[in-house]
């Protein structure tokens, strides 16, 4: 079957909701992507951050192959050594007193159940009508609560109260670059914003406040510095659970093992998947065991949740970013990146802003550097032109017109120097 022919099959018979590449992919290896004409492309998104360790990573296969020979499934009913040993690591690399995982398969439902968790924690200190309180701008998934805390109407259209639960609010976003402030003020004046939300929006209960340390769907927005501060002191002073969502900058993405690391975070629960899990579908929730004692027998389950083979590979992933000091090198090539970045924008009066950590890189393209007008059309262009040229990057952004380097974190300098040139080449022509 060619590309072609494939394509029309899937129109057929998928359901149409997606915006899809017309690429299909046949292959990876490390931090190459080969299509089904035998195309080579570097991966510069690494399947929306998701193949950290790089693709068919040798130790990763072989950590599959040997569960699936073993044992696949179990259901979340019995015990296995996999995924007791995945939850103790975990208590062991995320933030002091994170301490009890609750294992699942996406982001959206880690997401999910950090919103149950909260709930039942609520209505265990006698509040069970707490508000949630995420941020505009925000992605937090597409079902559910998880849509309900998302911050981007186009997520929204068509679904109703499906998308927008009663009690949920969404305070301002710290995204500094259109706004006339000084960035350490603007992060200020957002974080104040979240009492405004609170005494304004709520009746005053708040069951947690979500946020992305980095917003990845959103345009990759870097909050300022102060923001943090000020939050952390809010949430504090007000008893306010905090859930950060590490869904898509977590597993060394931006240079950290987790990107809270950069501000200190000491979040009350955290929800990690994408790089958890290597390309397998791995998800999790960790609480700090005041939240998490407050659930008892039955009030949660999933029959693939930790399943042992989806455990044993990301267990081994962990390894694996340690070993091959991915981490660092997702700081090192992501200063690459940056520098070079920066001498872009010098020549091209396309590129608004470069911002991100690590490789997390968003490239936020304008019309015009003093009104800011998004070019929403001219990075749909970048991107095709890439593409064509062997270079797959991402687009994102509330006006979609953020570009996103996201690769595997063993892209070597390279590669890096590679989608420069193409990049630049791809910025001249549009
Ligand atoms: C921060 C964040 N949270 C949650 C999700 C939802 O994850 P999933 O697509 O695995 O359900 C995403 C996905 O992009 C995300 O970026």
Redesign the pocket.
């Known amino acids: 079957m060619n590309s072609e022919e494939l394509m029309k099959k899937d129109k057929e018979f998928f359901v149409q909701g997606y915006t899809r590449v017309p690429i299909v992919l046949t292959e990876g290896k490390g931090a190459v992507l080969t299509d089904i004409n035998g195309k080579e492309y570097i991966d510069c998104f690494a399947g929306?951050a998701v193949s950290n360790v790089g693709h068919a990573h040798e130790r990763l296969v072989q950590a599959a192959t040997t569960q699936m020979k073993k044992l696949i499934h179990t259901s979340g009913r019995f015990f296995t050594i996999p995924q007791t040993l995945l939850v103790e690591k975990l208590a062991e690399i995320t933030p002091t007193g994170l301490r009890h995982t609750y294992l699942c398969n996406?982001?959206?439902e880690a997401?999910e159940n950090a919103v149950k968790l909260v709930k039942k924690y609520a209505y265990s200190r006698g509040k069970p009508g707490g508000a949630l309180i995420a941020l505009e701008c925000s992605?937090?998934?597409r079902l559910g609560y998880?849509l309900c805390l998302t911050g981007q109407s186009k997520y929204k259209k068509g679904f109703d109260t499906y998308a927008n639960a009663p009690g949920i609010v969404h305070a301002p976003v710290p995204y500094s670059y259109r706004s006339k402030l000084d960035e350490d003020e603007f992060g200020i004046e957002c974080a104040l914003a979240i009492e405004k939300t609170i005494d304004r929006h709520t009746a005053g209960d708040v069951a947690a406040f979500i946020m992305?340390p980095i917003l990845?769907?959103g345009g990759i927005i870097v909050p300022p510095d102060s923001y943090f501060e000020t939050l952390t002191k809010i949430l504090k002073e007000r008893d306010i659970p905090f859930i950060l969502?590490e869904?898509?900058s977590g597993f060394g993405r931006t240079g950290k093992f987790f990107a809270g690391e950069y501000w200190n975070l000491n979040p009350d629960l955290m929800t990690m998947?994408?790089g958890m899990g290597g390309g397998m579908p791995i998800?999790a929730v960790i609480a700090t065991s005041k939240i998490a004692n407050s659930v008892v027998s039955g009030d949660f389950f999933s029959t693939y949740g930790g399943n042992p083979v989806c455990s044993a590979v990301s267990l081994e992933n962990i390894n694996i970013l340690h070993d091959e000091n991915l981490i660092q090198n997702s700081a090192n090539i992501g200063k690459v990146f940056f520098d070079s970045l920066l001498d872009l924008q010098k020549k091209h009066s396309l590129i608004g802003e470069v911002r991100g950590k690590g490789l997390m890189i968003g490239i936020e393209l304008v019309t015009d550097l003093d009104t800011k007008k998004p070019a929403p059309e001219q990075t749909k262009k970048v991107v095709n032109k890439l593409q064509s040229e062997g270079v797959i990057i991402g687009l994102g952004g509330i006006y979609g017109n953020v570009l996103r380097l996201q690769p595997p974190l063993c892209l070597s300098e390279d590669q890096a120097i590679t989608v420069l040139e193409k990049l630049d080449e791809g910025l001249r022509n549009v």
């Open positions: 929306i996406s982001g959206t997401v992605f937090h998934g998880s992305e990845g769907e969502d869904v898509q998947a994408k998800a």
